[in-house]
Structures are given as structure tokens and as C-alpha cells.
């Protein structure tokens, strides 16, 4: 099956091969962005190549394709795979040369994207509710750039699952920053809060998203830091992505929200979002 692209060809994956100097591999030095597609059609596509376009910006790397292209290319690969409900994952390095820490003067950009499928089962399980913990937020300081550097992310995670959590939620000087890989919204006395956009955060798509969907439904909302007390006085939390889409947190580092129970802004956003996807296809 067809479902790489990769530097103007396309293939079964087990077959891409990149270069072993290719600086992603080397030193993490690449972007990347995750899109979803549902009846065979993508989710905001515009506003994911709009963001991988900021940080390629951000980052001093050139795109090889303008966007347009690349948006014809994620089109033609998703019509070659033949997947119906599935994502996208799109990453872009400053390409394969000696290793050396500054940018090299010479090398071609490497773009990369996979088509793969999604556990169904597993996405209407989170709808249900997961669990999370919170840890130092301990990255550097430009989390606004989707760049693959994610070890701390990747460490947060695997502590979390380890511990028998889905998630884990970064805490920087007590305030609330976001998810290991999502963004975090509490509901504290009916008004729907989220970080606001900064460097300390990656403003998700998803994220925009339900921004759009609480103002459709007339769920106040407002962009400020929660405080860490803050957090386990919620009445709701959920945690938003393009693969977690709306996923309620029914417990906090063990204390249980809302009666361990999805809550009524949760699962209206939850509706709303739904319907939008529908409207695909």
C-alpha cells in the first residue's frame, strides 16, 4: 500500500529511506505537523500548513514545496492510500549533511509525510474520560514552535503512563501550561478557561477549534494561565489535539472532577465538534 511521500517520490513505507546525516536524526532539527482526515477528507488543513509555515519561519528553514504544493501532495497520497479515517503526519528537516552544529551551507530540505490509519475503538473509549498528573514544565522556552524536539514531552508522557495515567499536564512558576502532547481547558465558575497563545504553549489547532465551537454555542470563554490550585477546583477539564480530539479529565494526580463523570460543557463541545466532522466527506 501507498502511504509515504517522500522527497518527491512516493512508497510503501517499510521502503523510504533518508540519510543518516539527515539533520531530524541528527540533532532534531525539523518541524512537523499531525492532520487529521475523516471520510476521506482532512481536518483544517489550512490553518496546519499555515502553522507549519510559522515554524518554518521561526526555525530559519526553508519549506521545498510551497504550500500549495504540499497541499496538493498530503491530497494526492491520502487519494493513493486509500484510507478513509486516519491522520496525516507531515515533517520537514533542514535536510542530510556533514554534522556539524550550525546550518550547513549546503543541503536539501527532506519532507516527509505518512498516511496512517486510527483505533476507532480507542477513540470513543477517551470520549468516556481519562486521567491525568501534573509535572514540572521544565522545556525551553519556544513551545509556540512545532519542532521535534519532544523529549521532555516524550519523558512526561511515558511518566504518566507508567503510573497508570493518560496524560500529563506541565506546570510552569504554578500555572497551568498544557498537555505532553495537548492542550488543557478547565471549566472554573461556568467560563470555559485555556492558556492563552504565547511561548510557552503550542496554540493546537484543535484548540482554535473549540474556541470557534464554545463561542457557536454561547460557553464564555476566556485565554488566561489557571493556577495550579485552580486546576483541582475545576468543575471540568478536558484536553484538546488532532488525534485526542475532546478528551474529558475525570481525575487529576488521583482527585476525581466532576464525580468522575464526563460534565455538561465537556460533552457539548464534545457534540458540537462531531458535528462539524460530519460535515466532511
Not at 496512517?116 to 513551545?143: F, L
Not at 497508570?164 to 506541565?170: D, H, K, R, V
Not at 504554578?174 to 495537548?182: H, L, M, P, Q
Request: proline share 3%.
Amino acid at each position: 500500500m501507498v502511504d509515504t511521500f517522500l522527497n518527491g517520490d512516493y512508497y510503501n513505507g517499510a521502503e523510504a529511506r533518508v540519510s543518516i546525516e539527515d539533520r531530524g536524526f541528527l540533532f532534531g532539527d525539523g518541524i512537523y505537523e499531525v492532520i487529521r482526515f475523516y471520510h476521506g477528507s482532512f481536518f483544517e488543513l489550512g490553518q496546519h500548513l499555515s502553522r507549519l509555515a510559522r515554524s518554518a519561519r521561526k526555525t530559519y528553514l526553508d519549506l521545498p514545496n510551497s504550500l500549495e504544493q504540499i497541499d496538493s501532495i498530503c491530497h494526492e497520497l491520502l487519494k493513493k492510500s486509500g484510507i478513509k479515517e486516519g491522520k496525516l503526519y507531515l515533517q520537514v528537516t533542514r535536510g542530510a549533511a556533514p554534522r556539524t552544529h550550525e546550518f550547513p551551507v549546503q543541503s536539501e530540505p527532506t519532507i516527509m509525510m505518512k498516511i496512517s490509519k486510527v483505533d476507532e475503538e480507542e477513540q470513543k473509549k477517551k470520549k468516556k474520560g481519562v486521567s491525568a498528573i501534573t509535572v514540572p514544565d521544565d522545556r525551553w522556552s519556544n513551545c509556540d514552535i512545532k519542532s521535534l524536539n519532544l523529549l521532555p514531552n516524550v519523558l512526561a508522557k511515558q511518566k504518566a503512563r507508567s503510573q497508570g495515567y493518560y496524560e500529563a499536564i506541565f506546570v510552569f512558576s504554578e500555572k497551568i501550561t498544557e498537555g505532553a502532547s495537548s492542550n488543557v481547558f478547565a471549566v472554573l465558575d461556568g467560563v470555559l478557561v485555556t492558556a492563552p497563545e504565547c511561548n510557552r504553549i503550542l496554540s493546537g489547532i484543535t484548540r482554535n477549534v473549540v474556541l470557534e465551537l464554545a463561542s457557536q454555542v454561547g460557553i464564555p470563554w476566556e485565554e488566561k494561565f489557571v493556577s495550579n490550585d485552580d486546576l483541582y477546583r475545576a468543575s471540568e477539564l478536558f484536553i484538546t489535539s488532532t488525534v485526542d480530539e475532546i478528551t474529558p479529565i475525570l481525575s487529576i494526580d488521583g482527585q476525581t472532577l466532576n464525580g468522575s463523570a464526563v460534565g455538561k460543557v465537556s460533552a457539548k463541545i464534545q457534540n458540537r465538534f462531531q458535528q462539524k466532522v460530519s460535515q466532511l466527506g
